[in-house]
């Protein structure tokens, strides 16, 4: 079964770091580009960043430049999302999501894994 | 970036009602606008892309068109199943998602 799992979300305070991971199954990571998209309780879907088949390119929302990095492993068949400096509202399900090729729509999707930043 | 706008944000339909959602983008996104269906809980699922493309494996009552800066997601006949949040993308400049259309039963 093609499938993406999520994992590394938690509890944190203001300024702290989490880093997330994302383990694919039934398919190899190395042909595609992936992202990560956040959902904050109750609002709508955020486009994170995102990070090229090979890793040379990576793009990030302006709300989380030099604060997130975006990584990937493809001998491990992982993708990663290092988080600095958190803030509250930085507070949200955390999805990874494969990009289909030369279209750059998500076609598979984790099942999320929850960040919650609070002192 | 382009920014998404959906309308309407909510809606009330019926089974067996058509059912359109509207998004439009700042500026053009040429075809590089997507949809998407998500239930409370889960994560979104690809129903549209490339704006009319359908993914594969998703019903065929559902249908995406437009152009230029208007796009539209139409559901021919709802079904229980499909009482969700709907989403529009644009994928060409960046990557922005519309707020989002709840579709609730009447």
């Known amino acids: 079964e093609v499938q993406l799992v999520e994992s590394g979300g938690g509890l944190v305070q203001p300024g702290g770091s989490l880093r997330l991971s994302c383990a694919a199954s039934?398919?190899?990571?190395?042909?595609?580009?992936m992202s990560w998209v956040r959902q904050a309780p109750g609002k709508g879907l955020e486009w994170v960043a995102n990070?090229?088949?090979?890793?040379?390119?990576?793009y990030y929302v302006d709300s989380v430049k030099g604060r997130f990095t975006i990584s990937r492993d493809n001998a491990k068949n992982s993708l990663y999302l290092q988080i600095n400096s958190l803030r509250v509202e930085d507070t949200a399900v955390y999805y990874c999501?494969?990009?289909?090729?030369?279209?750059?729509?998500?076609?598979?999707w984790g099942q999320g894994t929850m960040v919650t930043v609070s002192s | 970036d382009i920014q998404v706008t959906q309308s309407p944000s909510s809606l009330s339909a019926s089974i067996g009602d058509r059912v359109s959602i509207t998004c439009r983008a700042s500026?053009?996104?040429?075809?590089?606008l997507n949809w998407y269906q998500q239930k409370p809980g889960k994560a979104p699922k690809l129903l549209i892309y490339?704006?009319?493309s359908l993914q594969t494996g998703v019903p065929s009552r559902f249908s995406g068109s437009g152009s230029g800066t208007d796009f539209t997601l139409t559901i021919s006949s709802l079904q229980p199943e499909d009482f969700a949040t709907y989403y529009c993308?644009?994928?060409?400049?960046?990557?922005?998602f519309g707020q989002g259309t709840k579709v609730e039963i009447k």
């Open positions: 999501a494969r990009g289909i090729p030369g279209e750059d729509a998500f076609d598979i």
């Open positions: 039934g398919f190899s990571l190395s042909p595609y580009w």
């Open positions: 990070i090229k088949q090979d890793g040379s390119e990576k």
């Open positions: 500026q053009s996104p040429s075809s590089f």
């Open positions: 490339g704006a009319s």
């Open positions: 993308q644009q994928s060409f400049i960046g990557w922005t």
